[in-house]
């Protein structure tokens, strides 16, 4: 309907202007069995983006899907100079099934960016971050935030088989060292996680922690990030409405200063102090 | 030139096109300029500081959703030293949202609110009355006129009632709160549903029902608002299911002097300003020079009343 | 093989899907196998020849529809003569659909059509009561436990009331029901609401008020069903909005122990037995042997008992 | 959804059977600035009609069109040898406006033929009838018969401005004899029709009269056939959900023996006895 490009005074808290805008489809492919690699054509001003933020997607209605509500999807890569905003996603639902209908060409109504992003703190000169599955998307920006910074970053790529390991080129691409664990080689569990985090840790080569989404990984991460005092972000996920912090639906549970809080994913998140996070 | 203003008692907006209760906030100012909105309409609040209801808070439907946020409040002093300051800065009503469970903590909050900066009170009297075996005020007009009369002696303010769908007496309802001194009506609220996830057999939302809002509940609102304007004297502001310009001017010709716009904002933040140009661009196509000429012109003359008061489906 | 039989008090369907009153008729049975049916419901009628409403009769909304039929009636004379003999070719359980303004003329119907051939009587309380100021019998306790008292004692047949969703009462309703004798709940009838035409200012229905059926309703009706398979003992019929495989196991999920299917019928003649064979599949899938596996078995067990029987959205 | 073609044992009071197809449209194309043609490829067993039978489409979703109930549409041509099905429509709303989208090789769900056509007596020798508008798509199917009949038949065509006089020639194929009356050259009015019919009249040729559509025409073609005993018949609309006689909505009135009786339009009709047919 609407595809008025607003200019967005009250910023997001992070750091820049929130569009609603009509954005074209370059491409939309199939990257592997699960994902699927989205890349819009979007007007420069969308595209002054932070690793960790988000757009809320107006999915389209086709025969079979009619999704109602908007669908929020981390930001995969924003590259100015190219005009493009990347998504990597799941088909899971009517959403995005629909989302995977979409041609070269066809318009896409996208809100963004939206959300507070990951912070890299001035001397956290060796970032670790652990991902696994859809994960990969909302780190992958990280990694190349780190490298325009100069910042050494190692990340743990998880999957359920080597073959779905299909971000290690990315963050290679970007400089980062990527390690490889998977279920199919039995490497993927969290105690072999935690010795390769200790082993990092131990060459003194961890300054801060970064993963997003399972709570296995998030409790494994607050107890590491505790016991040797490094600092570290999470990335939440929960099911959103407006994305712009008015409906108040995507609020999760934190604790600050000993007491349980709640904030709103879109908009204080989707990025999280991991310690203040708490597992549901 | 076409005139969008109308009157609603005693006030005038400059258009009828405001954000209903919930669906609207500061950080909304970023996306869309607040001085286009015939008024500004805040969350409901109560007096004391609570929190919401567990997640998932909204889900899908159909082309339409349920939510059960509830009612996360900061608490009136927040309120009123965070949240009115910021709206002074435009030249548009600003309109609260009060609720509470029982007659004296409405009145206390009523009484509260009642500062320099709210320009009218929306009562939500939709949710439950832990008084009266938990209906809602707005289910029954006893308890509708109960609350109403201690609203109306706690604030000089305009007053106005948003009634609920979850009831079999909308008419008995709405002339309740016109006697208790309602300065106008708003319909309506959401209506209760429900969804499960037939893989996991839980409840989609985490409250297990929450209400129905979107465009099924149109034809619902629709016709709450025109009931409610042929029963009483005060104005209507409708509200349900608005997503476009068309159904604004149904709304108007069923008797709503305004519209609230709930949902449609969520799938297009900009849905009130581009409704607000619609709008006159609908008038200006139709030689309509003023607003009056559509509200309430339902052509429903041969309808007989028990026809336009019945309360269920034939 | 899975098996697709459902109870219902004394009586045993070979499968849980039956046409909703009024979406049906024997000029379905050259589209369909009417044998397939778990029940054969008839359109509601009256002791007297009656008319329905002016015309249109019916009106389109986003996704579903309004009607105002009314029931025309050719009388119980003709019904017994010429459509209880036609329904007796088929081995299904034939269910009688009636209504009256009042509680002697509902004793009337009921006994007259207590009749070899019936096997069970749906009650339609959802229409206006004209000794209670109008509003349907359903819409209250009171009234419902009245006049279900008395069909009670005019019929030995299964009786299964029909409810409405012009409400605030589902529970008191449904128990009201089940207290004076009810066999069974159907769960729901069609939501009062309206559409106008902005063209021509007039209401889209004849009538001017008509009832929602379709996909809108069904997250309201499945709600009241939920609600009611948890406050009554007797079985809940679902109804409202069922048009996939999916949607019936939601309410089966909810605590249906059989649904109606009413407007998916006029979109696709093939709905119904389209369903049971899909109903068949998604069981074969899922490793599930029988119906009482899925029936009731939502997973709400957190649920305060002050949530479960809400009556508003919060 | 469904798109099994069951057998339709209960017939339809005229001829056939009632099936529920999918059918391919072959195409789809403007015939005026008003009016369509569509051309399904449709089944042998949808394709046994009658002139003035319907069918009940499924008018597809599409971004902007979300019909929901079916929509009633007269055969404008059935042809067996062929497997084609025609119709012909006037883009007025959101059903007629999605059927305009559909393309060559897309699919339509159909639902017929429906209802009871016209009939055509034994003694009727002459024929005579009177269109207007889209009235032309019903009406067509029933010169055809006459000719297959070997009746003579005229046709009075009524438009806006000759230009839109589209089916004449599909009359003339038909050997049908053509008058036409416009708005555009003021020969449409009611007393130039009364007297071109009454012309025939005098010479005896009118042994039944055929009309769809509007008032006006009605009463007229009433009052002649009260007039000269001339038996007549007309095809009406109503708002059509289930197009198979369960839902009663359908209904119109009509004067039968002294009373005023009410009949489907889907079931008992869509075609009625002039006479018996009331204005509206
Ligand atoms: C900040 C954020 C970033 C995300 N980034 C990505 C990403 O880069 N790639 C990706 O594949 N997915 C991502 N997700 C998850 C993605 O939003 C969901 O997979 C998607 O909404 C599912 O929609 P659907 O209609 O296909 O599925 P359905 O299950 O049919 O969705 C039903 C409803 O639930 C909501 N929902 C379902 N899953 C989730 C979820 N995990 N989080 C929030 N809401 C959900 C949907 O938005 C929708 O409202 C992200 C979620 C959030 C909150
Ligand atoms: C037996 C029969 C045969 C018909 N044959 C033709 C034909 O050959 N060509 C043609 O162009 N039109 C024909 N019509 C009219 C056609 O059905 C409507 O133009 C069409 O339904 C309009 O749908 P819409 O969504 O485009 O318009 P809208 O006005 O948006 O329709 C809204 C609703 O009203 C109904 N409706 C609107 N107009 C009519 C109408 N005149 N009659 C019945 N229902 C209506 C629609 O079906 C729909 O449910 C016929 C109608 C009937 C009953
Ligand atoms: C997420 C959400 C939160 C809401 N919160 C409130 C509220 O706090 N107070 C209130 O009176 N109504 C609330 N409502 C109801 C809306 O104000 C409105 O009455 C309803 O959504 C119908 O309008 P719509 O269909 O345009 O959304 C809420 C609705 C939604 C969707
Ligand atoms: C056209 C029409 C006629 C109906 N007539 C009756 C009726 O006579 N008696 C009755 O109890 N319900 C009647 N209903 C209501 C249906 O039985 C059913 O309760 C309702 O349509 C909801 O189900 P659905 O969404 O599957 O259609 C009618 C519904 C429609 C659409
Ligand atoms: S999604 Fe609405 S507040 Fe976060
Ligand atoms: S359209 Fe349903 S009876 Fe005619």
């Known amino acids: 309907m609407a595809n008025s490009d607003t200019y967005a005074g009250v910023s997001s808290p992070a750091n820049g202007k929130v569009f609603e805008v009509e954005t074209r489809v370059k491409s939309n492919t199939e990257v592997n069995g699960e994902y699927r690699l989205l890349i819009l054509d979007a007007p420069q001003r969308v595209l002054d983006c932070q690793p960790g933020q988000f757009f809320h997607l107006l999915c389209p209605s086709t025969l079979e899907n009619a999704p109602y509500l908007r669908r929020p999807m981390s930001i995969y890569g924003y590259y100015p100079e190219k005009g493009e905003l990347h998504f990597l996603y799941k088909v899971t639902g009517e959403g995005t099934r629909a989302l995977a209908e979409l ?68 963050f290679r691409g970007m400089g ?105 | 030139m076409v005139d969008l203003t109308t009157r609603l008692g005693a006030m005038t907006l400059k258009n009828p096109i405001m954000p209903a209760s919930g669906t609207f906030s500061e950080d909304l100012a970023g996306v869309i300029d607040f001085n286009t909105l015939g008024a500004h309409v805040t969350k409901t609040i109560t007096y004391e500081k609570r929190g919401g209801n567990p997640t998932p808070r909204v889900c899908e439907v159909r082309g339409s959703m349920l939510n059960s946020i509830g009612i996360p409040s900061k608490g009136i002093d927040h309120f009123i030293q965070h949240v009115i300051p910021y709206y002074r800065q435009y030249d548009v009503p600003l309109v609260v949202s009060i609720s509470a469970h029982n007659a004296d903590d409405f009145a206390r909050i009523c009484q509260a609110i009642s500062v320099p900066g709210v320009d009218a009170i929306e009562v939500n009297i939709s949710c439950p009355n832990i008084e009266d075996d938990g209906k809602a005020f707005a289910m029954r007009p006893s308890t509708t006129q109960q609350v109403m009369t201690r609203l109306r002696g706690a604030s000089d303010l305009p007053l106005w009632a948003k009634l609920s769908p979850n009831t079999g007496e909308t008419i008995e309802v709405a002339l309740a709160a016109q006697e208790a001194g309602a300065d106008a009506l708003v319909v309506s609220n959401t209506l209760l549903s429900m969804a499960i996830d037939i893989q996991s057999r839980k409840p989609k939302l985490g409250n297990l029902m929450g209400g129905l809002s979107g465009p099924s509940l149109k034809p619902i609102a629709l016709r709450m608002a025109y009931q409610c304007s042929k029963a009483v004297d005060i104005p209507v502001i409708g509200c349900g299911g608005i997503s476009t310009v068309e159904d604004v001017v149904e709304y108007l010709i069923a008797g709503a002097s305004a519209v609230q716009i709930g949902t449609a904002t969520f799938i297009n933040p900009t849905a009130m300003p581009n409704i607000i140009s619609g709008l006159e661009d609908y008038m200006i196509r139709h030689g309509i020079a003023d607003l009056t000429e559509l509200i309430g012109s339902v052509r429903d003359d041969d309808a007989a009343d028990s026809v336009v008061f019945m309360e269920t489906a034939p």
Not at chain 1, 228 to 257: D, T
Request: hydrophobic content about 40%; some cysteine.
């Open chain 1, 103 to 170: 041609l070269p060409g066809d318009a896409l109504n996208v809100l963004g960016p939206l959300g507070k992003g990951f912070s890299i703190a001035k001397d956290w000169r060796h970032l670790l971050l652990v991902a696994r599955g859809v994960g990969l998307a909302t780190l992958a920006p990280l990694a190349q935030e780190a490298r325009r910074r100069g910042r050494k970053l190692t990340a743990i790529c998880s999957a359920r088989s080597p073959e779905v390991l299909m971000s290690v080129d990315l």
């Open chain 1, 176 to 280: 980062a060292e990527v390690i490889t664990v998977t279920d199919a080689e039995g490497s993927s569990g969290m105690e072999n996680i935690e010795a390769i985090i200790q082993g990092r840790i131990d060459v003194g080569e961890v300054d801060a922690l970064y993963t997003c989404g399972s709570n296995r990984m998030l409790r494994l991460l607050q107890k590491i990030g505790a016991e040797h005092g490094i600092p570290g972000e999470i990335a939440l996920e929960q099911q959103m409405a407006c994305g712009l912090g008015m409906c108040q639906c995507c609020v999760r549970s934190f604790r600050r200063n000993d007491q349980i809080v709640h904030e709103r994913v879109c908009r204080e998140g989707p990025v999280f102090d991991m310690q203040e996070a708490m597992a549901w």
